[in-house]
């Protein structure tokens, strides 16, 4: 008897403190970014490291194409298409990653839930060596974001110098946009969304 009282208390205190009790599980308190990031340990693998940052939207792995400063004696450098320094000279006096980062922030919070973004390159390596690259390419980038009156797609030419830094990890250190016909270029895209 004694025994069934001790059983009896304790079946009722687990009851009653809901020890068993299935939780609802607790919201994430940041929500994470995807990251298809791969160590950059070749040329190619920054270029997928840039289709995957722009995909994803992802600010961070964005950045990391790009030449770490801490890392290598090399600094980041954007060169605008003529038109888009002639028209913007301001913005891209001083263009560097802080830039570079203010610009993809400002973008991907205009582009909705379910919104696409990418980037396509056709092009190819004109120099690969062992401690440095140039990559020759068309482009096509393409954010489907809600702001009127600015084109969701840009066009045009661009030319990547890249190299390996002290870690051996390579990245774009110099970055020149090359306008083609009409078309809206990257170098555009970039200095509406720089503020």
């Known amino acids: 008897m004694k025994v069934l009282k ?3 208390f304790f079946h009722l205190f687990f009851v009653s403190c809901g020890l ?6 607790e919201l994430p308190t940041e929500v994470s970014e995807r990251s298809n990031w791969r160590q950059p340990v070749t040329a190619d693998i920054v270029l997928e490291n840039l289709r995957n940052a722009i995909f994803d939207r992802n600010t961070e792995n964005y950045i990391r194409c790009f030449v ?3 890392f290598s004696s090399r600094r980041f450098v954007f060169v605008p298409t003529q038109e888009a320094q002639v028209q913007y000279p301001e913005i891209f006096r001083g263009w560097d ?4 980062r203010n610009y993809f922030n400002n973008i991907k919070a205009n582009v909705p839930a379910g919104g696409i973004s990418e980037l396509i390159l056709s092009g190819n390596f004109q120099s690969l060596g062992v401690d440095s690259a140039i990559y020759y390419a068309k482009y096509l980038v393409s954010f489907q974001h809600s702001v009127k009156d600015i084109p969701q797609s840009a066009k045009g030419e661009l030319q990547f110098y890249l190299a390996p830094d002290r870690n051996g990890n390579w990245s ?5 946009d090359v306008k083609t016909q009409s078309e809206f270029s990257w170098s555009d895209l970039k200095a509406k969304f720089s503020y």
């Open 68 to 70: 770490d400063s801490n």
């Open 97 to 100: 990653l802080a830039s570079e």
């Open 6 to 8: 001790i059983l009896s």
């Open 20 to 25: 068993f009790k299935v939780r609802e599980p």
């Open 172 to 176: 774009i250190y110099r970055w020149i």
